[in-house]
């Protein structure tokens, strides 16, 4: 009874609403707390900008105050008397390099915070990814269990007539009833990985998820274009948000070699300080002062503290300087491991196809052997395993190769929700060519760049990390899915792989990146413009 209730959980009627993958995806990014977090920051980091502009401005401060005063001069009575006064002063920095330098830096600043937004997105569409095909390999997994032991119960039975008929002995019964234990064990194991994947899923979603579309037998995942490995490559190393992260981090250390070598500069401040003061006991007429004043401040010796900040400066310089190096070659080697991934996976998967088709005739040969005498049941039991043990491999491998390639585009920087949205609709549309190249990104350079280096970084702005917009729904061609979620759009993508065609729906604000995106490529019919290293 209780697995009847597991199988009806697990597997809803096909008129039920159903979440797909860009539905789970869609949810996770707006209730997902890490996620929110990280834009949280990134509208912190928007305020780098306007702090370090303030250090230029004129400030403004006022006070009031009140004075007893006693004057006591020989020969002459001792005066008491109150006075009140109050004073205005205006500070205008004229000339002070580590603020200029700060004001150049907050920029990227800003800019390192938004990119750290859009690396956490990418994240949170990872994750979503990985807990919606795990619970669908888990049901998947329970419904091969549980056929697996079925089977064994009905050869099992088999085996106790023959005995009871005296064609059978004591070994084959108890051999089968070891192998019936297992599969019951392996079942047990699926129900429980199953409660498992749906709770890290409904984690993840904030609520209960409900009931799952399932992928479409004829599913597969979409081929690589371009097809060869050192475009991906070339993509990671320039634009993987860790690359650019890092990229950015440099800049930020040289500016902050040139703030502490700015302690050996002269500062130059403009004051002007108005105080009128009311009258007291002993004066005819109150005193009123203005003073406008240019201070020049020179460094002279702080017994070393600033030759000690430069040296500091430079070696964090150096150290952000070997993490891009780092981050470029970690991005460039995980870029040809998911790039392998993807391609073996796909290799894989059909391997795996023929591989059950082939025990599937297998064990049919050895159930005719057995009834004509030339097999036994052992032969049986192997080639039931085997059946079932290929079965459980390529549900797994189906959904790996799916992760694999939505890996690959988060190394390059190019995963969002139109890519989701595209490998969503050729999941459950059995593998359509899509008619149209995905836009490519424009340039984007920053709007104060340091004066010795030319670096290439987003225009900071917090609309880019905000949260996901709704637009109107994309239709999916999924035939068990009735009703799915609106899409929300994010950034477009400088390259994918082959998908089918997607709903035309508005842009959301581009994610921006710290370098170049690659330009487009002439777009081919079917297939998804190629990235140009």
């Known amino acids: 009874m209780a697995l009847s209730a597991l199988l009806v959980w697990a597997w809803p009627a096909a008129h039920a609403h159903a979440a797909d993958l860009l539905g789970i995806v869609e949810t996770t990014l707006d209730r997902d707390a890490t996620l929110a977090a990280a834009r949280d920051a990134a509208r912190a980091a928007q305020q780098a900008v306007p702090r370090a502009r303030a250090g230029l401005l004129p400030s403004v401060q006022g006070g009031w105050g009140r004075s007893y005063n006693r004057i006591a001069m020989d020969d002459f009575p001792t005066t008491h008397y109150w006075q009140n006064g109050w004073t205005v002063a205006l500070t205008q920095p004229l000339f002070d390099w580590s603020r200029w330098t700060a004001y150049r830096q907050a920029d990227y600043v800003a800019a390192r915070g938004t990119l750290q937004a859009a690396s956490a997105m990418q994240d949170a569409i990872l994750a979503a990814s990985q807990a919606y095909f795990d619970v669908l390999a888990a049901e998947d997994e329970l419904a091969r269990a549980s056929d697996y032991l079925h089977a064994l119960d009905a050869h099992l039975a088999l085996i106790q007539r023959a005995k009871a008929a005296g064609e059978a002995t004591l070994v084959d019964v108890r051999e089968g009833e070891a192998s019936r234990a297992q599969a019951q064990l392996q079942r047990l194991d699926a129900q429980s990985q199953l409660r498992l994947a749906r709770a890290a899923l409904e984690r993840l979603a904030g609520a209960n998820a409900g009931a799952l579309a399932r992928l479409p037998a004829q599913a597969s995942a979409p081929a690589l274009q371009p097809a060869d490995v050192e475009p991906w490559v070339t993509q990671a190393e320039a634009h993987g948000y860790a690359v650019q992260v890092a990229d950015v981090a440099l800049t930020i ?59 500091e400066a430079k070696a964090l310089e150096d150290k952000a300087r070997d993490e891009l190096e780092a981050a470029a070659r970690d991005a460039a080697a995980n870029a040809r491991d998911g790039w392998l991934r993807v391609a073996m996976g796909r290799e894989r998967v059909a391997t795996l196809a023929q591989l059950v088709q082939r025990n ?143 709903p035309t729906v508005k842009q959301a604000p581009p994610v921006p990146t710290s370098a170049e995106i690659l330009p487009a490529a002439s777009a081919a019919p079917s297939t998804y413009a190629p990235i140009v290293p």
């Open 253 to 311: 250390a040289k500016f902050d070699t040139e703030k502490a070598r700015a302690g050996h500069f002269p500062s130059v401040d403009l004051q002007i300080t108005h105080t009128p003061a009311g009258a007291g006991g002993g004066y005819s007429r109150p005193t009123t002062t203005t003073t406008g004043m240019a201070f020049v401040t020179i460094p002279v010796f702080s017994g070393g503290e600033t030759t000690a900040r430069v040296n």
């Open 360 to 502: 599937e005739t297998s064990l049919e040969a050895t159930r005719i052997g057995f009834g004509a005498g030339s097999r036994t049941s052992t032969d049986i039991l192997r080639a039931t395993e085997a059946l079932y043990a290929s079965r459980r491999d390529a549900i797994r491998a189906r959904y790996d190769a799916v992760l694999a390639l939505l890996r690959l585009l988060a190394q390059t920087a190019t995963l969002d929700l139109d890519e989701v949205a595209r490998i969503n609709t050729q999941l459950f549309a059995g593998g359509a060519a899509r008619s149209e190249p995905p836009p490519v990104q424009t340039p984007v350079r920053m709007p104060v760049a340091p004066a010795k280096r030319e670096a290439v970084v987003p225009r900071a702005t917090a609309a880019a990390v905000g949260p996901v917009p709704t637009t109107q729904a994309v239709a999916r061609a999924a035939p068990q899915v009735t009703a799915v979620p609106p899409v929300k759009q994010a950034p477009p993508v400088p390259l994918m792989t082959q998908a089918a065609p997607v």
